[in-house]
């Protein structure tokens, strides 16, 4: 669960957070279910006493402290992540061929997202069709014989993607440059990414396993599987949101974050429980191929 301008505390064993409302006076109290959550994410303008730190720690509960972005400062608990899943990891990733697996695995998920969460957002508005763009890509899938050749027809996908988005969103788009602080469009899509990062980071480190062990991204980038994971959710719901946003002047800064948390931490089209979920669900699967699987 996301907690943000929250104040987290110990109340008669049970840790519990209030909300402040605009003048900044407690409104309203709630209990965090600590036996039954996995990561408690404390993001802008909140605290946690260490009591209330204590007791989610010793009933297994993850803290992760985020920054504006939603990119982790820190994730801690008293109790060790379990091994399970690290070694089970370790076991499969020196196979190229189990690592090339894995990397269709994901895409092919991420293509299952981007149909399910543009075909919702087609109710509210975004009249956007992604076939066009993302069926070659999937038939690609299938004849990549390396990890090389999958990304070249993933990043011509992205491109029709992005290309798609504006035109339904009714923006201008002459391509995807990071940290352009006078493109609009390209500057919320920096914003989103980062809150997509976020949550990828966080479901690592609940399981256990380290961002450096990628399966797209490169063997020697430190947090590679950060962003093998958050490319299922990227261009299915980042995407189309911030370019939405970006249609709408009248969104700022922190509306606009907020339109992206709401639709990270809850598009149950998706998942159950949101793209959080869905990127659990994205570890699980990828831990059910055998280690000795063959291309």
């Not at 957070?17 to 303008?45: C, F, H, M």
């Not at 339109?259 to 998942?271: C, K, N, T």
């Amino acid at each position: 669960m996301l907690l943000e301008r929250a104040k987290v505390h110990l109340d008669d064993d049970r840790v519990v957070y209030t909300e402040a409302d605009a003048k900044n006076s407690i409104s309203r109290s709630w209990n965090i279910p600590s036996l039954n959550a996995s990561v408690v994410i404390i993001g802008q303008g909140s605290s946690v006493t260490q009591p209330a730190v204590r007791k989610l720690a010793d009933d297994g509960v993850l803290i992760a402290f985020v920054g504006t972005n939603g990119t982790p400062l820190i994730c801690a608990s008293q109790s060790y992540r379990p091994p399970e899943k690290l070694q089970a990891w370790i076991e499969r990733w020196p196979s190229a061929a189990w690592r090339l697996m894995a990397a269709k695995h994901l895409q092919r998920a991420r293509i299952a997202a981007i149909r399910a969460a543009w075909g919702a957002y087609a109710k509210e508005g975004f009249s956007a069709s992604p076939e066009a763009s993302i069926r070659p890509y999937e038939n690609a899938i299938e004849t990549s014989a390396d990890i090389r050749s999958l990304t070249g027809h993933e990043g011509t996908c992205t491109k029709a993607l992005y290309a798609e988005a504006a035109r339904a969103a009714g923006i201008s788009w002459s391509g995807r440059v990071q940290h352009d602080g006078n493109d609009r469009a390209n500057r919320l899509l920096d914003q989103g990414n980062y809150l997509a990062y976020g949550v990828a980071g966080i479901a690592l480190w609940a399981q256990g396993i380290p961002p450096s062990l990628p399966v797209v991204h490169g063997r020697s980038n430190a947090g590679g599987l950060v962003f093998d994971l958050a490319d299922v959710i990227k261009d299915a719901v980042v995407l189309p949101t911030v370019f939405r946003c970006a249609a709408d002047l009248d969104l700022k800064g922190q509306a606009v974050r907020q339109r992206i948390i709401e639709r990270l931490y809850g598009a149950s089209f998706l998942d159950t429980n949101g793209c959080v979920g869905l990127l659990f669900r994205m570890i699980e699967e990828l831990l059910a191929i055998p280690a000795e699987a063959k291309q």
